[in-house]
């Protein structure tokens, strides 16, 4: 079993960024899928960012450029970089995780954490 919590929402006005924070523990060692996806009032589920170990990263078109995903081993922390925030980015995003993950990330995430709200004023 993995444990994630969010951490680094807030407001910011367009234009500006947030750094998020999501810590697994016991260890994000062997959790070989995690992403960040956010939903917004009356919006379904997206998924945000992807990062596959030894596979590499994937972006949703919405988000290309402006967002980076990483992962910290070091200190068992996963995060995203959000620059450039949009109106439209505003959500409550959520950390998932998976064991699975060899040949591709799972649509079902296993591991979730609880959400940071993310707001961005115009």
């Known amino acids: 079993q993995v444990q994630l919590v969010e951490s680094g929402g807030g407001s910011v006005q367009a234009g500006g960024s947030l750094r998020l924070s999501c810590t697994s523990s016991?260890?994000?060692?062997?959790?070989?899928?995690m992403a960040w996806f956010r939903q917004a009032p009356g919006k379904e589920r997206e998924r945000v960012a992807t990062?596959?170990?030894?596979?590499?990263?994937t972006y949703a078109d919405s988000v290309k450029g402006r967002f980076t995903i990483s992962k910290d081993y070091a200190n068992h922390t996963l995060y995203l970089l959000m620059n450039s925030l949009e109106p439209e980015d505003t959500a409550m995003y959520y950390c998932?995780?998976?064991?699975?993950?060899?040949?591709?990330?799972?649509?079902?995430?296993?591991?979730w954490g609880q959400g940071t709200q993310v707001t961005v004023s115009s």
């Open positions: 990062i596959q170990t030894n596979i590499g990263t």
């Open positions: 016991p260890s994000i060692y062997g959790v070989l899928c």
């Open positions: 998932a995780g998976d064991f699975r993950g060899i040949s591709h990330c799972p649509d079902d995430y296993n591991f």
